[in-house]
């Protein structure tokens, strides 16, 4: 297939190398002046969790580029690995000069999906979780790769879905296919904006697992946070990941504790993800207030996630 990658950020050069690498004709789209500093290719250190791949790639990433759209470029699908609050921008630059073509979009969503659904036809959209991530470290990538989650809206299972999951899996990337898609997302989108506010007061992931009372906050913030969801009609019965949140019993809250610190110091997928984890202000303070805003909507008492509502307002600058 002929993909297009919006970018060379994180997640659109991991998934941009493991489809290329899989004889995919894969062309990443950048700005105007910017394909000159990439005319090398990028280096990059994996640690690859596909099933049946080496367990490590280190080497450089010949990729292709290009600086303009064309309709006539008969792209399959175009890659969108983006924040999800500057989504639709970029959709509204790319959409009207590429034509009838499918999307993945690597996002985040709290909004829903009426912003994308004036720009592009359910059926050619869907939404995907990546099960990668990593950072740049002295001009190399430092990253994993090891799955994806996708869905469509509305529970749709077009052609281009099953077209995406072909896709992946020709890459040896493990597929889960999400019914609920934005069900799927909102809950990430809970989870990860509960623990932010304790990792901003507490300043790295290394401080954050040795300080037990903001680690609790950190773990009512996301209870709070799936009390929301439970108001937004989200059956979290569905998701087994959020029992560990919502069982608040000392024992309960006890053991999580002692999982998550075992992640955080020993396992090197999850190291290597969360590396970068307070690298963007502004995405962690848009999680923030979209989710107590929307709780005080719904009339769901935050008074854990309003606790930090100082650190994120004092929070300007990547640590």
Excluded at 286 to 298: I, K, M, P
């Amino acid at each position: 297939m002929k993909i297009m990658v919006v970018g060379v950020g994180v997640i659109g050069t991991i998934y941009g190398w493991a489809l290329s690498e899989a004889s995919h004709d894969v062309i990443h789209f950048v700005r105007p002046g910017k394909a000159l500093k990439f005319k090398e290719g990028i280096l990059m250190d994996v640690l690859d969790k596909r099933k049946g791949n080496k367990s490590r790639f280190l080497g450089k990433y010949s990729l292709k580029l290009t600086e303009t759209l064309n309709q006539s470029d008969n792209y399959n699908f175009v890659i969108v690995p983006t924040k999800h609050y500057q989504l639709i921008d970029a959709l509204q630059h790319i959409v009207p000069k590429l034509g009838n073509v499918n999307y993945i979009l690597l996002t985040q969503n709290w909004e829903g999906s009426n912003g994308i659904d004036t720009l592009i036809p359910e059926s050619r959209y869907l939404f995907g979780d990546a099960k990668a991530g990593g950072g740049f470290r002295d001009g190399k990538l430092i990253s994993t790769i090891k799955a994806i989650d996708l869905g469509q809206v509305n529970n749709r299972h077009d052609e281009c879905l099953q077209q995406s999951v072909d896709l992946f899996q020709s890459a040896n990337i493990k597929v889960t296919v999400q019914d609920n898609i934005l069900h799927y997302l909102w809950v990430q989108y809970a989870i990860n904006g509960g623990f932010w506010p304790a990792l901003v007061r507490a300043g790295s992931i290394k401080a954050l697992l040795s300080d037990r009372n903001t680690g609790k906050l950190g773990f009512l913030a996301v209870n709070e946070c799936l009390e929301v969801l439970i108001h937004r009609g989200v059956d979290l019965n569905i998701y087994p990941d959020t029992k560990m949140y919502l069982n608040t019993s000392y024992f309960s809250k006890l053991f999580a504790g002692i999982v998550l610190k075992w992640m955080f110091k020993y396992n090197e997928y999850v190291l290597r993800n969360s590396a970068h984890a307070l690298s963007d202000p502004k995405e962690i303070k848009t999680f923030f207030y979209d989710l107590v805003n929307t709780g005080q909507e719904l009339g769901v008492a935050m008074p854990v996630m309003n606790s930090f509502r100082q650190d994120i307002d004092n929070f300007h600058y990547a640590l």
